[in-house]
Nanobody, 127 residues
Framework: QVRLTESGGGSVQAGGSLRLSCAAS????????MGWFRQAPGKEREGVAV?????????YYADSVKGRFTISRDPAKYTAYLQMNALKPEDTGMYYC???????????????????WGQGTQVTVSA
C-alpha cells in the first residue's frame, strides 16, 4: 500500500509562485509514475504533471501548465516536487499527488489509470 503525503500549497496573487511536495512511502518498486492532478470546484479532476521515478526521470505536462510548472524528484527522500511559477487564477484548485503502479510513465491523464492518491492540498490564486 503506497501512502502519499502532500505539503505546500496556500494562497498567492497572480504571477506568484508556490511549491508542492509529495512524499511516498510503503512502495515496493522504485520505477513508477508519480505526479499531480488538480480539481477546481465544480470541475473534473485533471492532470497537471507526472514524472517517471526510474532511470531518466522523464517528465510530462498538461498543455495548460507547460513552461510555467516544473516537476522534479529527490530519489533519496522518495519525494516529488511541483514548482509552480507565473500562477494564474485558473490554476486554483485542490492539488492531488498520485502514483501509478506501472514501470512506465506517459502523458496519460485518465484518473482511472492511477492507483494511489494523496489527501490533496489547496492552491488559491487571486487576481
Amino acid at each position: 500500500q503506497v501512502r502519499l503525503t502532500e505539503s505546500g500549497g496556500g494562497s498567492v496573487q497572480a504571477g506568484g509562485s508556490l511549491r508542492l511536495s509529495c512524499a511516498a512511502s510503503g512502495y515496493a518498486s522504485t520505477s513508477n509514475c508519480m505526479g499531480w492532478f488538480r480539481q477546481a470546484p465544480g470541475k473534473e479532476r485533471e492532470g497537471v504533471a507526472v514524472i517517471f521515478t526510474g532511470r531518466g526521470s522523464a517528465t510530462y505536462y498538461a498543455d495548460s501548465v507547460k513552461g510555467r510548472f516544473t516537476i522534479s524528484r529527490d530519489p533519496a527522500k522518495y519525494t516529488a516536487y511541483l514548482q509552480m511559477n507565473a500562477l494564474k487564477p485558473e490554476d486554483t484548485g485542490m492539488y492531488y499527488c498520485t502514483w501509478r503502479d506501472l514501470s512506465e510513465c506517459d502523458a496519460d491523464w485518465s484518473t482511472d489509470h492511477y492507483d494511489y492518491w494523496g489527501q490533496g492540498t489547496q492552491v488559491t490564486v487571486s487576481a
